[in-house]
């Protein structure tokens, strides 16, 4: 429902836009360098695909041509919200265009926030120019050729042929072909402004201002710059000498207002130069890197404060815009949803950020760090021109981005290997030319941190000031991994870096993370919440490591790993059915209660476990000088039904920053077969919970409750099973699955003795509905191009098994007790998430998941005790239960040792 209602939004939107009922994105595209006097292009354009690459010889720029598609600007072309399809590699727009009269004092640009690849510009048939790359701005002058206050014609012709040394990153997700920001006119000064750049110096309260022309300056040039203040407007001058394009002026911030996560305060600033108004704004916020207070461990830092970094890798796609968003409030919520779940910044993945979206970064307060899109051919000529032209424009657009902290050159070597027999080599030559590419960035901005290469798969980094690195692993293998990625962290260490390069004194990162590509072949869609419990135990009990960023934001077409859906719909953990309170924000808390590499663990009744604590503070907040640690014990029987245990509390010294393994707990198990979770609370003086983490044991006991009688049968022992599109076992039977329409029947032996003195007899049961997936109709396509964008479903990978999301599949069911049907009911969905604690317990540890975290919902079904008398003594002391799917929704069947609960299908007995 959720996604028809999107793709309805999206679609009322796209329609209202091509009938003139408003425009898309039309606020300024760039609220860091913006003129008063603007026009938006956006909107509907006429539109012709140039298939041969016949419109430059048939003259199209004249404008004569029809183009009788139309296009909604500045979305893709292949898009949905463009409005057409992606027929061709070459294409042309057309729009009539009035420049307004009291334009006539200034110099008229037609600017263009992106285009992909090579676009070119004609007014009424005059070629005004031509640009090349993909991810940047430019701009043409129209003033020689306008006719003001008449229409004109503008035409645009965009090549989108691909070339392998152009950066296209990962477009195979969606195509960015053509214009795809946001087009439009500026009037500009008769001297104007390329670009104004503030470098914020928080240790001596001061901003440098910088001013840049387009060329040297013919005679000498005043720019008037003007910052907004709380104690209110300081003016200061810019003098940009005769032959200089560039020219600064320091500026003494009083009182200054720090740029912060937490209070992300901007200063507004205008330059002008003559009749030139340009406005932008900057935040006063420092990038260092300063030592976690009482240890030697290197960390990156705001304002001079350690910051332990919880990032999302964000490829930053939409499904039906692909590297356009519908709307600047969807931008927004983009940059809300990190913040929503305790995230303190994203990697914003091999694509040049939309401005607008850094704007939001910077007005709500998340860190960034920002990618260079790559080639996918070798590092020849062409391909260093095209890196190193998109690198000095996106530091030169983005500048004065204060949520910007980073820069990443080059993403796991991707178009740095020359092709050959070997597969692809990583020259030394190549390396000391990403070296250099480090320079070069640091050389344009020396305020952030630049990363040469952000490593992976056994190559390593050349000059860099962040020792990051990428690992995709089970949740069983974090622990282990981490002490050796601490191990060997040291300055002078090679580990990690080319030969010849080595460690000095860099914060050390993990850049990726996950479990998406840890099991055999990825993952497909799977409740990745497990892993990632296992994932923040383990980074947490290693300090020395100074942050990580999990793989990632929101699913792409072929990895459905994300904390949101494609279509940014909900995916559900389970946590708050575990612990109530708890949610995705506690495992980013800055106060960490761990439980070690462990996060199930196989008990008898009535053993004592012991189990080992580890608090990770990730913040200098005074917190008092102690906390409380509250736990207690909740164990779900055989029957599916709740028991408080064990409960107490220790308190714990707290200081900021503090590392330390506490004493451990011991609570003592209960003496029936359950499932146990042992819930962990953190709390400060004032009794604010500042932290909650879990565990949970899997208690096996041969003692039966009180009362209680219960024959049970496994759940691959059926007596017949019949099912119309397919039937199978997981790991031996320990669950069994039907999809389709069909039935599973079993014969439950009950003695009639046992029910002479019954109160109550029931069936009981762990079911869920089963959808057929791709996997298991065996259509698993091998050798999928996932880098490029390879375009399978979520449930064909082997491993996969769909988190649980807003999407049920629900399934009608009856239940039939010796030919009489006893029971009609609805089993809502086939969920897999962190509430399937058993099917995750019992995973083999073998780099293969077989329905991991699948679970499904307790089934009770009550019989009268005369039917059950009558069944046993005409059916030779069996009772037959019939479990029918009547819908096509098919039935799982869950047996003790996987699933929810420890139970297997059975007949209950209450005396």
């Known amino acids: 429902m959720a996604k028809i209602k999107l793709l309805f939004i999206a679609l009322l939107l796209s329609f209202g836009y091509m009938n003139g009922q408003g425009i898309p994105l039309p606020e300024h595209p760039r609220p860091d360098f913006e003129r008063s006097e603007w026009t938006n292009l956006n909107g509907k354009w006429s539109f012709k695909f140039d298939k041969d690459d016949k419109g430059l010889e048939q003259d199209w720029k004249d404008g004569k041509v029809s183009f009788k598609k139309a296009i909604n600007v500045p979305f893709p072309w292949g898009s949905e919200l463009s409005g057409v399809a992606d027929e061709a590699d070459i294409a042309w727009y057309k729009k009539e265009i009035k420049v307004d009269e009291s334009w006539k004092d200034k110099r008229t640009f037609v600017v263009i926030g992106a285009s992909d690849w090579e676009t070119t510009v004609w007014l009424d048939g005059v070629k005004l120019g031509t640009h090349q790359g993909g991810y940047t701005p430019f701009s043409f002058e129209l003033t020689d050729h306008i006719t003001y206050?008449?229409?004109?014609?503008?035409?645009?012709?965009?090549?989108?042929?691909?070339?392998?040394?152009?950066?296209?990153?990962?477009?195979?997700?969606?195509?960015?072909?053509?214009?795809?920001?946001?087009?439009?006119?500026?009037?500009?000064?008769?001297?104007?402004?390329?670009?104004?750049?503030?470098?914020?110096?928080?240790?001596?309260?001061?901003?440098?201002?910088?001013?840049y022309l387009v060329d040297d300056a013919q005679a000498d040039q005043t720019v008037t710059v003007s910052v907004e203040t709380e104690s209110g407007p300081l003016n200061k001058t810019i003098t940009i000498p005769q032959g200089s394009y560039s020219g600064s002026v320091s500026i003494e911030i009083p009182n200054q207002h720090l740029w912060s996560l937490d209070d992300p305060y901007l200063y507004d600033a205008t330059a002008q130069l003559g009749n030139d108004v340009v406005k932008s704004y900057f935040g006063m916020r420092k990038i260092s890197v300063k030592n976690m207070p009482g240890t030697d461990y290197p960390y990156i830092s705001l304002n001079n404060e350690p910051i332990y970094l919880q990032l999302a890798l964000d490829q930053s796609y939409h499904p039906e815009g692909f590297y356009t968003f519908p709307s600047d409030q969807f931008i927004k919520e983009e940059i809300l949803r990190s913040k929503s779940i305790g995230l303190n910044g994203i990697r914003t993945h091999i694509k040049v950020e939309v401005p607008r979206k850094l704007y939001w970064a910077d007005k709500l307060g998340l860190l960034v760090m920002s990618d260079l899109p790559n080639s996918w051919g070798e590092p020849e000529r062409k391909m260093k021109a095209e890196s190193e032209y998109t690198l000095r424009e996106m530091v030169k657009r983005d500048f004065n981005h204060p949520s910007i902290f980073s820069w990443i050159v080059f993403n796991e070597t991707w178009g740095l290997k020359h092709d050959d027999e070997y597969g692809g080599r990583y020259l030394p030559s190549t390396q000391n030319w990403v070296a250099s590419m480090y320079y070069l960035t640091k050389s344009l901005d020396s305020t952030r941190l630049v990363e040469d290469n952000s490593i992976c798969c056994g190559y390593g980094h050349t000059e860099t000031d962040i020792n990051s690195w990428h690992s995709y692993l089970p949740g069983y293998k974090w622990q282990e991994f981490l002490q050796q990625v601490s191990d060997s962290t040291y300055a002078g260490s090679?580990?990690?870096?080319?030969?010849?390069?080595?460690?000095?004194?860099?914060?050390?990162?993990?850049?990726?993370?996950?479990?998406?590509?840890?099991?055999?072949?990825?993952?497909?869609?799977?409740?990745?919440?497990?892993?990632?419990h296992k994932m923040m135990n383990a980074f947490r009990d290693h300090p020395k490591i100074a942050g990580w960023l999990y793989t990632e934001h929101h699913d792409v077409i072929n990895e459905w790993n994300g904390y949101w859906k494609f279509d940014r719909s909900e995916k559900?953990?389970?946590?708050?059915?575990?612990?109530?309170?708890?949610?995705?924000?506690?495992?980013?808390?800055?106060?960490?209660?761990?439980?070690?590499?462990?996060?199930?663990?196989?008990?008898?009744?009535?053993?004592?476990?012991?189990?080992?604590?580890?608090?990770?503070?990730?913040?200098?907040?005074?917190?008092?000088?102690?906390?409380?640690?509250?736990?207690?014990?909740?164990?779900?029987?055989?029957?599916?039904?709740?028991?408080?245990?064990?409960?107490g509390s220790v308190q714990v010294p707290y200081q900021p920053w503090m590392q330390k393994t506490i004493d451990p707990i011991k609570v003592t198990m209960p003496d029936y077969s359950s499932v146990a979770a042992l819930t962990l609370e953190l709390s400060d003086a004032q009794g604010k919970v500042v932290g909650r983490n879990f565990m949970h044991f899997i208690i096996d006991s041969e003692e039966e409750l009180s009362g209680i009688t219960t024959h049970t049968v496994s759940a691959k022992d059926f007596k017949e099973a019949k099912w119309s599109a397919k039937s199978w076992d997981v790991l031996d039977g320990k669950k069994v699955n039907g999809a389709g329409k069909g039935k599973f029947v079993y014969a439950i032996e009950v003695p009639k003795k046992s029910i002479r003195k019954a109160k109550e007899v029931y069936f009981l049961a762990e079911l869920s509905a089963k959808e057929l997936f791709v996997k298991d109709q065996e259509q698993y396509q091998e050798d999928q191009d996932f880098m490029k964008g390879s375009r399978v479903s979520n449930s064909s990978n082997p491993n996969s098994y769909p988190m649980t999301d807003e999407t049920l599949y629900p399934s009608e069911i009856e239940v039939w007790v010796n030919g009489k049907k006893v029971?009609?009911?609805?089993?809502?969905?086939?969920?897999?998430?962190?509430?399937?604690?058993?099917?995750?317990?019992?995973?083999?540890?073998?780099?293969?998941?077989?329905?991991?975290?699948?679970?499904?919902?307790?089934?009770?079904?009550?019989?009268?005790?005369?039917?059950v008398t009558s069944a046993l003594e005409s059916n030779n002391n069996k009772i037959n239960v019939e479990l029918r799917s009547v819908n096509g929704g098919g039935i799982a069947v869950y047996g003790k040792d996987f699933g929810r609960y420890v139970l297997d299908p059975g007949i209950v007995i209450v005396d």
């Open 149 to 211: 206050g008449r229409s004109q014609q503008l035409v645009i012709r965009v090549d989108d042929v691909r070339r392998d040394f152009t950066l296209y990153g990962k477009q195979g997700y969606g195509n960015a072909r053509g214009i795809w920001q946001t087009i439009y006119l500026e009037a500009r000064g008769t001297q104007y402004l390329d670009a104004l750049h503030f470098t914020p110096d928080i240790d001596n309260s001061k901003v440098v201002a910088t001013a």
């Open 494 to 532: 090679g580990y990690d870096f080319e030969d010849g390069f080595y460690q000095a004194n860099q914060p050390n990162i993990n850049s990726e993370c996950g479990n998406v590509w840890g099991y055999d072949g990825s993952t497909g869609d799977v409740d990745w919440s497990w892993d990632y």
């Open 572 to 647: 559900f953990t389970g946590l708050e059915q575990i612990f109530p309170g708890m949610t995705l924000s506690d495992w980013h808390s800055k106060v960490y209660i761990s439980t070690g590499g462990e996060i199930s663990k196989s008990m008898k009744g009535g053993e004592q476990a012991e189990v080992p604590l580890t608090i990770s503070v990730m913040s200098g907040e005074n917190l008092g000088q102690q906390l409380t640690l509250k736990y207690k014990l909740t164990a779900t029987d055989y029957l599916g039904e709740a028991h408080e245990g064990v409960e």
């Open 823 to 867: 029971k009609s009911m609805t089993l809502t969905d086939d969920p897999a998430d962190h509430r399937g604690v058993l099917s995750w317990h019992n995973q083999l540890r073998d780099g293969k998941l077989r329905e991991a975290g699948s679970y499904g919902y307790l089934v009770k079904v009550p019989m009268d005790l005369d039917m």
